[in-house]
């Protein structure tokens, strides 16, 4: 029989916690793409790769840490979990947790997530509750609800959920052969920033290379990116009211904040702020010219390093591997605008093949 990738549990057992591993809960997540971006190397002098988690089962890297935080829970003989979310965490908790017989309640800013994300969450059975508030208000519900009633909390404040997303990196050095120079990535929440640079640290550290055959001689210079209208990290404050086209990362006090801030200092790295119109010029780029479909948060570290290159601040040559962390597909709406905001409607024809040949220009 071929060889099937067996999640990320079943690849990565050896760096992974046993209580994750007491009953595996899992949809065959990971082991996505490490796609070569001409295109995005071209425009920076460097030499860019792109992480795909919108390959994920759910669209999105969340299932990486969905999968270790389920099983944890499962293992525990829980019952129900809830999350806060933008929107990609719920799809992923929604899914987990049915695979394991488990009820899921999750907890969104009203009006504030894309129609993909809300449909997979209720599609999986979850237990939906919009909540008049932003991110940051469900996630503090979330908590408190875990700590006074039976439900377990699968946010990444859950520390099994960072353990799950730290593949990730692995999974790039295993590609590579070596770690990047720089790893960028948006910044929500900080869960993935963190989960990173733990993989990338922990891989550093292996005398004798990984069991894929790679050796990582040194770790990556973290770069993350949050959107202008939503960085804390960036300001240096809480933002109130948190604003962006990138709803997935519309945070305003994220959760792993000191984690993201060490992995930027200690990794010799950056957190930076992109515009929407940054955010929305890379996600097109990305589709038009690249071929590679994501949601316009995704589109975040992408605009970071055409920024940065903008200004000169990319070594030429150095090797980039950027996260694109959720599926196109999740919030479509963003494909069917120009730049200037018109919308883009596709011309209608007879079925006849003159009338098509002339329609698409052909003598
Ligand atoms: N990209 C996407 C597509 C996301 O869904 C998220 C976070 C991020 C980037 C940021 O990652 O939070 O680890 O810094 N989404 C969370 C959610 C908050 O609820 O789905 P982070």
Redesign the pocket.
């Known amino acids: 029989m071929a060889h099937q990738w067996r999640g990320v549990i079943a690849e990565y057992a050896e760096r992974l916690p046993a209580h994750v591993q007491e009953r595996v809960i899992t949809l065959g997540e990971g082991g996505t793409p490490l796609v070569p971006a001409p295109e995005l190397s071209r425009l920076t002098g460097a030499e860019v790769f792109l992480k795909v988690e919108g390959m994920n089962p759910t669209g999105?890297?969340?299932d990486r840490g969905m999968t270790t935080a389920i099983s944890a829970a499962a293992g525990r003989g829980a019952r129900a979990v809830v999350?806060?979310?933008?929107?990609?965490?719920?799809?992923?908790a929604a899914a987990y947790a049915t695979a394991a017989g488990m009820v899921c309640a999750v907890l969104v800013p009203d009006g504030k997530i894309a129609m993909g994300?809300l449909s997979q969450a209720i599609a999986h059975g979850a237990t939906l509750l919009q909540v008049d508030g932003n991110?940051d208000d469900c996630l503090v519900a979330a908590r408190k609800l875990a700590e006074s009633y039976p439900v377990e909390l699968v946010?990444?404040v859950n520390p099994d959920r960072i353990e799950g997303?730290k593949t990730g990196a692995f999974e790039v050095v295993d590609a590579l052969g070596d770690a990047p120079d720089i790893h960028v990535?948006?910044?929500?929440?900080?869960?993935?920033?963190?989960?990173y640079w733990r993989g990338y640290r922990e891989y550093a550290g292996l005398d004798h290379g990984t069991d894929h055959g790679a050796v990582a001689t040194h770790t990556p210079a973290m770069w993350g990116f949050q959107a202008a209208g939503a960085a804390p990290i960036v300001a240096g404050h809480p933002i109130t009211e948190p604003e962006t086209i990138a709803t997935?990362?519309r945070?305003g006090n994220?959760a792993?904040w000191a984690q993201?801030e060490r992995a930027r200092d200690v990794s010799g790295g950056l957190i930076e702020a992109v515009t929407d119109q940054q955010i929305l010029a890379a996600h097109r780029i990305l589709s038009s010219r690249v071929g590679v479909f994501v949601?316009p948060?995704?589109a975040?570290g992408v605009a970071g390093i055409l920024a940065l290159a903008e200004a000169g601040r990319v070594p030429a040559g150095t090797r980039i591997v950027v996260t694109v962390?959720?599926h196109g597909l999740?919030d479509p709406q963003w494909a069917l605008r120009t730049a200037d905001g018109a919308e883009i409607t596709p011309v209608r024809v007879q079925a006849d093949v003159l009338a098509i040949a002339d329609a698409l220009g052909l003598d």
């Open positions: 999105s890297f969340k999350c806060a979310s933008t929107g990609n965490t719920s799809a992923s994300k991110f946010n990444s997303q990535l948006p910044v929500g929440n900080a869960g993935n920033i963190t989960a997935a990362i945070i994220p792993s993201a949601e948060a995704s975040a962390t959720g999740k």
